[in-house]
């Protein structure tokens, strides 16, 4: 990079963004953790092309935290945390294993820092990038071993821990420097444990500097922190660092269509969501029945109950708030239309009718393949479904 005429000018040479791609491993898993991001020990794909695009950005802001996961994306360099669910489950997945050791993290969440970023170049794969991944030998036979294994899940999970947990499409590379800043505690003092704060404070590497981090660049250490001799250490892009992830993609997602159904059918169907909602339900004439909308089902897993390869099983449960109500049955019927949300069909049961209004309590619980492969999260649980059709003709026999 030179500056001619007071305009910065990046030359680029043939096949640039490979140079970048392999100094920095961006075609590598990578894993969340406690200690920031870590980068897989084995290559699960070869990426053959990707988008180059020069920003040359400068922004200024404030990081702070609002709970454990928020803490766990920003500190692993995804600030930009639109794409939540995807995110937030790396991020869960990273702190499953933290929290065995960590005993302050209150302390981490209530740390907030002013920063400054220069944004230098971003590296992007997009879908027709992605389609031309070339799958390494090594993971594709580890994969095919795994779904043959008696225990796919655990081989699952060894594989994770060697390739990585997802793959970022979107690089940016530059510098960030991190100023601490103070972030006023609404707790009440009485109820903190002082003793082990001051034993154990400031445990993970992101929060081990007093007053500066530096991610990219270079800066004399014994000095007080000055932003033109940083910024001019950024023209050399061997000094570059990551500093942003985005839209990352699991590892397993980026396997052939016929490899992928075979992995996560091989490790069986899991509980992908349960939820208990309230229902008010006027029965005003005999016969009448409620038709319950579940509008509260996240986004990310109505697109799995559209999704026919995940093959879901949907169960509910109904049960009436009122304790005198004991002579009234519920029984209810899942309806499903295509591109709809599910719906409950609500029968109330009397001996003898009575218009009545009923405060009730749905309990939904949706079953089916974890096509995500969140399956490696302490809270997913496995199912085994074992259906049988029932004909009435064949009862009277």
């Known amino acids: 990079m030179t500056i001619k005429d007071g305009q910065n000018i990046l030359y680029l040479k043939r096949n640039y963004w490979k140079i970048l791609s392999n100094h920095y491993n961006l075609d590598y898993g990578r894993t969340m953790s406690f200690d920031g991001i870590k980068i897989a020990e084995k290559r699960a794909y070869i990426i053959n092309n990707c988008e180059l695009k020069e920003i040359n950005s400068y922004k200024k802001g404030r990081l702070e935290f609002e709970s454990k996961e928020d803490w766990m994306k920003k500190t692993n360099l995804f600030t930009d945390v639109e794409n939540g669910a995807n995110v937030t489950n790396f991020a869960k997945l990273g702190l499953s294993v933290a929290s065995l050791r960590d005993k302050s993290f209150n302390n981490e969440i209530m740390s907030a820092y002013q920063y400054t970023e220069i944004g230098k170049v971003s590296l992007k794969f997009n879908r027709k990038h992605l389609k031309n991944l070339k799958l390494t030998d090594e993971f594709k036979n580890d994969v095919i071993d795994a779904i043959k294994s008696e225990n796919p899940g655990e081989k699952f999970k060894k594989i994770t821990k060697e390739y990585g947990q997802f793959i970022p499409t979107e690089i940016i590379l530059g510098g960030r420097v991190y100023f601490n800043d103070i972030k ?214």
């Not at 000095?223 to 001019?232: S, T, Y």
């Not at 490790?267 to 004439?285: A, F, Q």
Request: proline share 4%; net charge neutral; aromatic share 10%.
């Open 184 to 397: 006023e505690s609404i707790t009440n003092p009485a109820n903190d444990d002082s003793k082990n704060n001051n034993n154990s404070k400031k445990t993970s590497k992101f929060y081990c500097f007093n007053f500066i981090r530096l991610l990219g660049g270079k800066h004399p250490d014994d000095e007080n922190f000055d932003e033109k001799v940083w910024i001019e250490s950024l023209k050399d892009h061997t000094s570059w660092e990551c500093i942003e992830f985005k839209n990352p993609i699991n590892i397993f997602q980026l396997l052939i269509d016929d490899l992928r159904s075979q992995a996560f059918k091989s490790i069986g169907k899991r509980i992908l969501h349960t939820s208990i909602e309230d229902c008010d339900y006027y029965l005003n004439e005999s016969g009448r029945y409620k038709n319950f909308e579940l509008k509260n089902i996240p986004r990310n897993i109505l697109e799995v109950i559209h999704n026919e390869e995940a093959e879901c099983d949907i169960f509910a449960s109904v049960i009436d708030t009122d304790a005198n109500s004991k002579k009234v049955f519920f029984n209810c019927q899942i309806l499903r239309k295509p591109n709809a949300k599910p719906s409950i069909i609500i029968h109330a049961i009397q001996k003898s009718f009575k218009k009545c209004m009923y405060k009730l309590k749905v309990k939904i619980m949706i079953i089916g393949y974890d096509m995500d492969f969140n399956f490696i999260l302490p809270d997913s649980i496995g199912v085994e479904l074992i259906k049988h059709d029932y004909n009435p003709q064949n009862s009277r026999e």
